[in-house]
């Protein structure tokens, strides 16, 4: 039984982290966040980090994802890589 429990209101934040890690993964050729024009990596990205780290989460990476706005279909796709 070392699984750790995540209640509700944790999921809720490692999920609204997850979005906005999402959100905050890309940077332009000059190294700034394409969504809030920080320095890589900005503070909303760190932020997002630090809930994972508190919930020990670790935050999905989807190939191609800093290529191209993915799509919901490719979501997935890492998984039979
Ligand atoms: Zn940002």
Do not use: K
Not at 20 to 35: E, I, M, P, V, Y
Not at 50 to 72: E, I, K, M, N, S
Request: aromatic content about 8%; glycine content about 8%.
């Amino acid at each position: 039984m070392g699984d750790v429990y995540l209640s509700a209101a944790a999921v809720e934040r490692v999920f609204a982290a997850q979005v906005l890690l999402d959100r905050h993964l890309r940077s332009d050729a000059g190294g700034r966040c394409t969504t809030c024009g920080e320095l890589e990596p900005c503070s909303s990205r760190l932020g997002a980090q630090r809930v994972f780290a508190q919930y020990g989460y670790l935050p999905r990476r989807r190939p191609g994802h800093a290529a191209a706005t993915p799509a919901p279909e490719t979501r997935f796709n890492w998984l039979s890589d």
